[in-house]
Nanobody
Framework: QVQLVESGGGLVQAGGSLRLSCVASGFSLDYVTVGWFRQAPEKEREAISC????????YYADSVKGRFTASRDNAKNTVYLQMNSLKPEDTAVYYC????????????????WGQGTQVTVSS
């Protein structure tokens, strides 16, 4: 069964950190781009990162650049999003998805999506 499963969300104070995980099953992350997206209440979903782990490229939205880092564990077929210096405006449901665009101009993809994990940052 092909799926992506996110975890690691939760409640954190402003300035804190969280690490999200996205486990892929039924396919390999070797040959796809993998992105992180988020959707805050009453706002449109936005792309915040897109990675190609085959060539080591990762692109970040300005809103998270310097604070968030995407990485991967090949052995576990898992990607991570390390989120530091969190702000209340980072509160959203976070999703991982395949087939993202490096330009981060699209809030959707034709690939696989996880179910999302809630991140809440208190002030």
């Amino acid at each position: 069964q092909v799926q992506l499963v996110e975890s690691g969300g939760g409640l954190v104070q402003a300035g804190g950190s969280l690490r999200l995980s996205c486990v892929a099953s039924g396919f390999s992350l070797d040959y796809v781009t993998v992105g992180w997206f988020r959707q805050a209440p009453e706002k449109e979903r936005e792309a915040i990162s897109c990675s190609s782990f085959s060539d080591g490229s990762t692109y970040y939205a300005d809103s998270v650049k310097g604070r968030f880092t995407a990485s991967r564990d090949n052995a576990k077929n898992t990607v991570y999003l390390q989120m530091n210096s969190l702000k209340p405006e980072d509160t959203a449901v976070y999703y991982c998805a395949t087939d993202c665009l490096y330009s981060l101009t699209s809030s959707t993809t034709d690939g696989y999506w996880g179910q999302g994990t809630q991140v809440t940052v208190s002030s």
